[in-house]
């Protein structure tokens, strides 16, 4: 070695010493270990006009937006500090409500977070070596946090809303290097068997595809890279020759129930969730693929838990897609912070998330 590279790495190895853990993490882009939290839950709801006779509702009727935010901050801090102590990275926070924007402040609920809480937030997590990505779901099944904006879909107002919501996003985050836009689910079947729906907007074709650049582009000048759900391109492959490469897609494939992690002996109905990991490594998009330990209603029905689904998705994605391509994992529960048995559902989901991405672990499960 000569004496230059010889300063060269002894340089390099006391600046990496010396780096804070969390800027270790941060540009380990292939190594992302992330957990979504819920600070909002209205995601699951129809927006209510607020001048509507509640009267008229069923006692507990489902797909009521909360007014109250459910998030408990002792129980959001127990989460996060179990993600430091499993040595998870990533924290995706599902913002909806939760959040007082700037430009909309009418969209917040009792209990939002303020901009200041939400940097302070950031700044304690990333001292303990977790990265803070936020999330809005611009999804037409997902979006009752916009209140009235739920209902002015694909307007020039709905635009500049979400044009200016996610300009907050990126202030108040620091400009973070990605931005969730949600974007799962939106189809007529889902939104007439949800339950909870009123009204029923969904978009397709080249409209569904005019917003959803809109979004990526919106993030991408704001300084942040676009991450999506996956699932419109099970039923439109085609969308991936002209989706830019720029997003980050997440797939996600639950229920062991719907045929299996074996894409050859799968032959059921959701046998294109599972190609679509594969269709996505054709294509060449980067992948955080995502798991859960939230059991579906196949699943719920055969009295068999989700907690194997994570450690088996992660050794079907580190044998099949390309390792440039692979760039870490998202876990989640799809429960609110607010009880102490809903915490303790996602302390699991977090300890489960850890035991995957242990290679002696996931190296011995079976597929």
């Excluded at 990275?89 to 969209?107: A, K, Q, R, T, Y």
């Excluded at 107002?157 to 202030?171: G, K, L, P, S």
Aim: charged share 25%.
């Amino acid at each position: 070695m000569t004496r230059k590279n010889f300063i060269k790495t002894t340089l390099f190895t006391g600046l990496s010493s010396a780096m804070p853990r969390s800027l270790g993490a941060a540009n380990d882009s292939h190594n992302i270990k992330a957990m979504l939290l819920h600070l909002g839950f209205n995601m699951w709801c129809d927006y209510l006009p607020e001048d509507m006779d509640q009267s008229v509702l069923r006692h507990g009727d489902i797909g009521t937006p909360d007014t109250v935010l459910r998030t408990r901050d002792e129980f959001w801090r127990k989460a996060t500090d179990r993600m430091a102590e499993r040595g998870l990275n990533m924290l995706v926070i599902d913002l909806g409500e939760g959040l007082v924007f700037p430009s909309h402040p009418e969209l917040a609920i009792k209990g939002s977070w303020t901009a200041d809480k939400m940097r302070a937030e950031v700044t304690r997590l990333r001292k303990v070596g977790i990265e803070s990505i936020p999330k809005l779901n611009f999804s037409t099944h997902h979006n009752g946090w916009m209140k009235h904006y739920h209902h002015m879909v694909s307007s020039p107002a709905y635009y500049r809303f979400c044009e200016e919501v996610i300009r907050d996003v990126a202030e108040i985050f620091g400009r973070p290097r990605f931005f969730h836009i949600g974007c799962d689910e939106e189809n007529v079947w889902n939104l007439a068997n949800d339950g909870y729906h009123r009204s029923i907007v969904a978009r397709t074709k080249e409209l569904w595809e005019h917003d959803f650049l809109h979004l990526v582009r919106t993030c991408e000048r704001n300084g942040m890279r676009p991450w999506a759900w996956s699932d419109y391109s099970w039923d439109h492959t085609d969308f991936l020759q002209r989706c830019p490469k720029s997003v980050i897609m997440s797939n996600w494939f639950y229920d062991e129930s719907n045929g299996g992690f074996d894409l050859a002996k799968n032959n059921t109905v959701c046998r294109k969730r599972l190609k679509n990991f594969y269709d996505l490594a054709k294509a060449g998009f980067d992948q955080i693929p995502c798991g859960t330990n939230w059991a579906g209603y196949m699943r719920e029905e055969l009295k068999i838990g989700a907690d194997d689904v994570i450690g088996k998705l992660v050794k079907l994605c580190r044998r099949d897609i390309p390792p440039i391509h692979l760039k870490g994992f998202l876990m989640t529960s799809w429960r609110a912070l607010d009880t102490p048995e809903n915490l303790a559902f996602n302390l699991k989901a977090i300890d489960l998330m850890s035991t995957a991405l242990t290679p002696q672990d996931a190296s011995s499960i079976r597929l």
